[in-house]
Nanobody
Framework: VQLQASGGGSVTTGGSLRLSCAAS????????MGWFRQAPGKERDFVAA????????YYANFVEGRFTISRDNAKNMLYLQMNSLKPEDTAVYYC?????????????????WGQGTQVTVSS
């Protein structure tokens, strides 16, 4: 399994970005997926997760309705639409595949990780 994240960039406060994660392999639709982020000097934190079918989603409290996670199982793609971005959202964002089908915020429940894409939000 390989995960390739893309779509990061530099925006100003209030801007939007859409992150994408392309997954290899035929089993993409059998697993939950998630997004995490890591700022310099900090631990990797949970951002959002989505169940195998795309119906069930879960977000970190700091998202506050600004982000939307989605997936296209026909295309083996995971997305994170990020709106109303703030400087504190600056981090490297990682997509990950869960070990099971149900969305989870626990980092230890993910076994495959993408390489990360940088998001920088300036004030």
């Amino acid at each position: 399994v390989q995960l390739q994240a893309s779509g990061g960039g530099s925006v100003t406060t209030g801007g939007s970005l859409r992150l994408s994660c392309a997954a290899s392999g035929s089993s993409f639709s059998s697993y939950a997926m998630g997004w995490f982020r890591q700022a310099p000097g900090k631990e990797r934190d949970f951002v959002a997760a989505i169940g195998w079918s795309g119906v069930s989603t879960y977000y970190a409290n700091f998202v506050e309705g600004r982000f939307t996670i989605s997936r296209d199982n026909a295309k083996n793609m995971l997305y994170l639409q990020m709106n109303s971005l703030k400087p504190e959202d600056t981090a490297v964002y990682y997509c990950a595949r869960a070990k099971g089908t149900y969305r989870t915020s626990s980092r230890r429940e993910y076994d495959y990780w993408g390489q990360g894409t940088q998001v920088t939000v300036s004030s």
